[in-house]
């Protein structure tokens, strides 16, 4: 089945503050944190169902070379990027964005 990834909004926030913060550490470092975002993107999509579930029917890849992780939805023709967590951001603050979609 050919899937796509569509991000939340707020998905795209997440991916945008971290860029903003690691513009300001070192040059080209943004650009190595959106080459894996894409990198784990294109492994979300090819076998969705390996990362383990998360919570509810989420479920959660680990970046391997920065503190992040990918929240995400698998539906019928989308994978849903809910959100892109820094793992010392406050826990669950993506929850309500989880809900509306569960419906779709």
């Not at 990198?39 to 999509?45: C, D, T, V």
């Not at 970046?63 to 892109?84: D, G, H, K, N, T």
């Amino acid at each position: 089945m050919n899937r796509r990834a569509e991000y939340h909004p707020l998905a795209r926030e997440d991916i945008r503050q971290a860029v903003k913060w690691y513009d300001s550490q070192l040059d080209g470092l943004s650009g190595r944190f959106l080459a894996e975002l894409k990198f784990a993107e294109s492994r979300i999509i090819t076998d969705p169902e390996l990362w383990p579930r998360y919570e509810g029917d989420t479920r959660r890849y680990l970046m391997s070379r920065f503190p992040f992780f990918i929240i995400y939805l698998i539906l019928e023709q989308v994978i849903v990027i809910i959100a892109v967590a820094h793992f010392k951001r406050k826990p669950g603050y993506w929850r309500d964005r989880f809900e509306p979609l569960k419906d779709r």
